[in-house]
């Protein structure tokens, strides 16, 4: 049991490194820092890493209307998504992903930085 739960947090630590060097690497790519920062949030230490309700969401995708909500962390399903939003996140619970696909739609991260260069960061905010 205790090498399976070494072995997750080595598997979620590498997707998370090779998710990083994506982000820079789409930073470089589109010349655009929008990136650079989402990678430099993400190699943050996990005791600083960023992890956000549904129910701010819901705020922030009120106040910003039809921008893409980015958060540089996990999303946790307490609350509920109130609002129509465009939620991007490295990580997300199952029963958040369930309770965002009602109302709005998902993204991972590594989705997300594979269409840089279709994407546009000023149509975005970053949840810090």
């Not at 598997?11 to 010349?31: F, P, R």
């Not at 819901?58 to 962390?73: D, F, Q, R, T, Y």
């Not at 029963?95 to 840089?116: D, R």
């Amino acid at each position: 049991m205790e090498l399976n739960l070494e072995l997750i947090k080595m598997t979620k630590k590498l997707e998370t490194q090779l998710l990083v060097t994506s982000l820079k690497k789409a930073a470089k790519k589109t010349e655009q820092e929008f990136w650079g920062d989402l990678a430099e949030r993400l190699e943050k230490p996990l005791k600083n890493k960023i992890e956000v309700n549904l129910s701010k969401i819901s705020k922030l995708a009120a106040k910003n209307e039809g921008k893409i909500i980015v958060i540089p962390g996990k999303v946790l399903s307490s609350g509920e998504l109130t609002e129509k939003a465009t939620i991007v996140a490295a990580e997300a619970s199952e029963k958040a992903k369930q309770k965002i696909s009602a109302k709005g739609k998902f993204i991972s991260m590594k989705e997300y930085a594979q269409k840089a260069e279709k994407e546009k960061p000023s149509e975005a905010i970053i949840v810090a």
